[in-house]
């Protein structure tokens, strides 16, 4: 029936040889001309060049014991320093803290069924026991301390039985107590003046990467609903309201962070009286907070003006009002497609925490500079510190990215 | 019988003098009908003249600047809670489909249901069964609309637009977007909802499926009606001129 017998519809052929495996991949990639053989060749050989240097200095040269010596300070800052915490310890606080944190992570992982979540309760709980073996840093770390941290093998466990023998075990739930975690944990590292073992630690005492957490995860957490709202607020026909959004949006965007904390620690305290409730904690993270929510109002403005058309006409022609089509049709839709947007400005938002130094708090970055410029014999040891910081802030941000990955892949982005 | 009568000569939608304006273009020039109650109205014309504004303008997705709309007693001005009204039973079909991508087929029909009239998710869910059975893909429930092919969402798109149980749909060139092999599929399903008294205004260039279901035909050209009349007139001795060369060009 065919003209030519070899294309009938029943036979697929392979590929040609060049196309497949190992040799094919290496082909199309790396060898698909002259000019591309000669860049991977030169690429291979820096990249080469820099590795050997870099692993030589890994293993030779580098002197790593500064981080061991630093250990939880990074992570607490000045806290629980004499000036701070003046006749007490007062590291168990922090670490309370923690637990509340793991606990609540056991409670997601039943409530996301595993999965990624699973992957990181486990992850961060296994790394905060292990900070348990570590040698003693500046100062003894006592078993109260070691015992605290292996604490919360048991918090992860119980958080996953609450969730699971308990009704507590929804989303809505473990938001409440999230938001419940926060407001604790704060009560609990400030203190109470009277309140025995809980005794008032100022918040320029409050530091290292415990104050950049902190900031992040309130300005993360703050930022989005503000920075959905001024969006909303920016598209709407009420022109007032549309005016003081954008007028906010563009203050916002268009003063340097750095100038807007400075503003916040020097104006506000000469605008409000002197007792004025907000401490410069609060301030900073007011200030951080809504600098990011005006980015992120650009960002889902971005996403909401994407959307055709026809998907509003058709939620209106089922009757549904708008603030419902706003709520159940536009945004959804418009934060899944700028999710790589918006987890963007929570990474900038996490790395700009450490600029809280011009306000005097002293955040792991801060910190550590301070601790060698006040103790030259390790200034040989910045190098390693500082790489030491950035590999920190790697792994957090790296972990942002990757989760926003899995959610993307979760909702299908682009596919749907 | 007398009250079937009685409901079939109730006029349902009721325009007069209607106009619209784009910026400073004139679409619509003075629309005056009105469609009865399970009357089937096919309305042709050239593009640009205006057919999709008018029943676009008929549950305020385009917002007319002179003339009045009466739809099932209620009269269509800038009272949102009479916009509401009158779109809650009023069902629309894109060219387009317009189904939610983020929703999946169950979650794009029940949801106006359970918003809008409050039902309990079960009933909802019950009606979405039943009608993804009417449309003949009660398997598809659970898939998001990318899964499904340009037939199939149009289908679904029909069943959402019945799921508020309306008392008229609008039909704004459902098969334009569809490759051949689909249109019919598509056709099938609003012949089915055509003999069951279903209220419908349909733009659509299917010349046959006009002639197999219209009740009356309108043609526009240039925002007015030039010539209205049932199938049967209108396809076999058009009155107008420009209706004769519009027959001619589509049927050659």
Redesign the interface.
Known sequence: MSANPETTLSTALPPPILDRGLLGWAHANLFSSRFNAALSILSAALLGAVAWFSLRWVIQDSDWTLIATLSGRLIIGPYNTEQACPGQDCFWRPQVSLLMVTTLLGMAWVAAGGGLTKRIAIGVTAVLAAFSLLPNGLEEMGMDVRLLLVANIPALALGWALARYTPLGTVRWIAILAVCTFAATLLLLGGREGVPGLQPVSVIHWGGLMLNLLLAVAGIALSFPIGIALALGRRSDLPVVKLLCVVFIEVFRGVPLITLLFMSQVLVPLAFPEDFPLNSLYRAAIVITLFSAAYMAENIRGGLQAL?R??T?????????NW?ITL??TL??AI?NVIPAIVGQFIALFKDTTLVYIIGMQDIVTYSRAFIQGNPEFIPSALELFIFLGLVFWIFTYSMSYISRQIEQN??VG?? | MDTETEQLSEDIIVCTDLHKWFGSFHVLRGITTSVKRGEKVVILGPSGSGKSTFIRTLNRLEEHQRGTIVVDGIELSNDVRNVDAIRSEVGMVFQQFNLFPHLTVMQNITLAPQKVRKWPRAQAEEVANELLTRVGIPEQAGKYPSELSGGQQQRVAIARALAMQPRIMLFDEPTSALDPEMINEVLDVMRELAHSGMTMLIVSHEIGFAREVADRIMMFDEGIIVEEGTAEEFFTNPKHDRAKEFLSKILS
């Open positions: 055709h026809g998907q006409e058709a939620a209106q022609s089922l009757g549904l009002p419902q159940f049709i959804p839709q899944r909702l299908g596919r749907r």
